[in-house]
């Protein structure tokens, strides 16, 4: 089996064992080291998760998401709104996103109004994506510690207080902040922990942006797939 098919066949099995969702008319197809996949899926979430299952497996692939958000032609922009604002109203997030509101316009949502902390606004993405038939969620929420939060040096240690209290190496990763943008960079020893570290400064208070760097150890080396 040659790289390609074996990518394809790794990312095949992946996509299969870990979506939510089925994709329908799934196709991969890769040339040259470089994957593009194809098909329908019921909402944005499901795209977004099929790119992180990809990212997971096979994290240095070169990439393309081709999937479609499968639209019915009968779904309104104001039926979109509704049930896009209901997920929100009854997610069991909903206590922290009652001051989200929604817009739609040409099947795409745009998120309104403000949020506590920046976990808060990912979180009401989240559960703006699961509208099945939206094809597009932007956010134009604003972040209500970050209108507070002026002091980069006071919000640098708010983060680095949160590193030192979590489970993760705090020697192994270095923060660093400019106008509430937080920036992570360092080597941490299992892909899970880079993810981790973003879901953690995200509940900071004041942090509008993360720009995570981290790598894995574990990936460091040469990618056997990377051409």
Known sequence: MDKDNELVHTI?????????????????HATDGTVYLTGFVDCLADKIQAEK????????????????IAMNGNISDKELKEQTEDN???????????NVNVKVE??????????NTLADEIKALEVARQTIGL????????IETAEEMYDDALLKSMVQQALNESDLDRHSIIPTV?????????MVDHRYE????GELIANVDGVIKIKNHLRNRQDDGEDPYVY
Do not use: W
């Open 12 to 28: 095949e099995t992946a996509l299969r064992e870990n979506l939510k969702h089925q994709v329908i008319d799934l196709n991969i």
């Open 53 to 68: 299952v990809v990212q997971n497996y096979v994290p240095h692939v070169r990439f393309e998401n081709n999937l479609t």
């Open 88 to 98: 929100l109203r009854h997610c069991e997030f909903a206590d922290r996103l009652r």
């Open 106 to 115: 040409g099947g795409s949502a745009t998120l309104i109004g403000s949020v």
């Open 135 to 142: 094809k597009d969620v932007v956010s134009n929420l604003t």
């Open 178 to 186: 400019e106008k509430g943008v937080v920036t992570l960079e360092g």
């Open 194 to 197: 880079v993810e981790m570290a």
